[in-house]
């Protein structure tokens, strides 16, 4: 059986994981940068963990590059991404402390490099997003969550602006009411790569505070550093179960989604 190479890209807060004791550092060259990331053997998987800041959270959300980092997943042979990400919460049902495994996005993003399909060589290309995140990875990481008796949302939307600066309560009460649930910097343009690029991406967001208007208090980075230290035990252990239930032949469009995805990208 064919190894299988799965991704974990760590968010705000997700610099070491646990797991990955034993990793050694690679560094990877793709045609839009180079990507430093650890790889080590977990069982039956070969498992890269790519801090998505930077080492010690050096790079802003509006400065990651996100083609980069897709590029050299693919580059490696990955076909499996779980990504985590902090987000401010909309929605009382998802409090802070919450793990939510989300199923849509809305983009509010405005000066970032948002696909792969740039029209070179004439290739325009318009990629179904009517399933954003693999339902295989999320179903992958909500029976993991089930089988360590651990209290998962299934489902939310993840509202992604530009940051770096938090929201204005005017903004989240618009979010709000487009139906948006949860808030964060990062997810968009990583989700758009990763399916352009036929990658079976998920996302596990944590809900690190209320946003802006809602608790009343101002919001501080700090404090989305400490919430995300107390759940960090837990999303280890998350992302640990659902490693070993990751399958190597998924049912799902992500494969077919990447089909223009240049190779040697
Ligand atoms: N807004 C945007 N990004 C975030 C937040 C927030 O309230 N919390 C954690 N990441």
């Known amino acids: 059986m064919p190894e299988i190479k799965v991704a974990i890209i760590g968010g705000t807060g997700v610099y070491n994981q646990s797991l990955l ?13 180079s ?30 590059n996100y083609k980069a ?14 990504s985590t990400a902090a987000v401010g919460s909309l929605n009382e049902t998802m409090p802070p402390g919450s793990m939510v495994v989300i199923d849509q996005f809305i983009d509010l993003t405005k000066q970032r490099s948002l696909t792969f399909f740039e029209g070179d060589r004439g290739l325009v290309v318009h990629t179904d997003f009517t399933d954003p995140y693999c339902p295989e990875v999320r179903k992958t990481i909500l029976t993991a969550g089930s089988k360590i008796k651990q209290d998962l949302v299934d489902g939310g939307c993840y509202v992604c602006t530009e940051g770096p600066r938090f929201e204005t309560p005017a903004e989240i009460k618009m979010m709000k009411q487009w139906g948006g649930d949860l808030v964060g910097m990062t997810n968009v343009p ?4 990763a399916r352009e690029a036929g990658l079976c991406y998920s996302t596990i967001a944590l809900s690190t505070n209320y946003a802006a208007g809602i608790s009343g208090e101002p919001l501080t980075h700090r404090e989305v550093l400490e919430i995300m ?22 049912k799902c469009s992500c494969k077919e989604a990447g089909q223009y995805w240049p190779k040697g990208s």
């Open 69 to 82: 980092n897709i590029a050299a997943l693919k580059k490696v042979g990955v076909e499996t991404v779980i």
């Open 190 to 193: 990583e989700v758009v790569l």
């Open 35 to 64: 990507v430093s990331m650890m790889e080590c053997d977990y069982k039956e998987l070969k498992v890269y963990f790519l801090a998505r800041h930077g080492g010690g959270h050096s790079v802003p959300p509006h400065k990651v």
């Open 229 to 250: 230290d107390q759940v960090k035990p837990d999303l280890d252990q998350l992302l640990t179960a659902s490693l070993e239930h990751i399958k190597s032949e998924p």
């Open 21 to 33: 004791s034993d990793a050694l550092e690679i560094l990877v060259d793709t045609p839009y940068g």
